[in-house]
């Protein structure tokens, strides 16, 4: 069992940057990746970014070059920067971890990004 906790979410000015991270507890020493999915209103949960034990990194196309995603594997800590933040990127912001083929999804944090 792998338990996850965001934190960071708030209100930012669009053109703004914002930092969110993730905490993860139990099993977490067995994480193969971790990432960021979010979820705008009436929209389908999309993924961000996501990287591997091994460092390894994917974004979705909305986010490269404005988003960057670190791992602390000591910590179990991802510590995504947004950057160029647009209304666009407004949702809410769930953190993920895959660890022994099962799918861990933290409760989500709201980021909201004012034009």
């Known amino acids: 069992q792998v338990q996850l906790v965001e934190s960071g979410g708030g209100l930012v000015q669009a053109g703004g940057s914002l930092s969110l991270s993730c905490a993860a507890s139990g099993s977490s020493n067995s994480i193969y990746a971790m990432g960021w999915y979010r979820q705008a209103p009436g929209k389908q949960r999309e993924l961000v970014a996501t990287?591997?034990?091994?460092?390894?990194?994917n974004y979705d196309d909305s986010v490269k070059g404005r988003f960057t995603i670190s791992r602390d594997n000591a910590k179990s800590t991802i510590l995504p920067q947004m950057n160029s933040l647009n209304p666009e990127d407004t949702a809410v912001y769930y953190c993920?971890?895959?660890?022994?083929?099962?799918?861990?999804w933290g409760k989500g944090t709201l980021v909201t990004v004012s034009s």
């Open positions: 990287i591997t034990i091994g460092g390894r990194t």
């Open positions: 993920n971890a895959v660890c022994d083929g099962m799918v861990y």
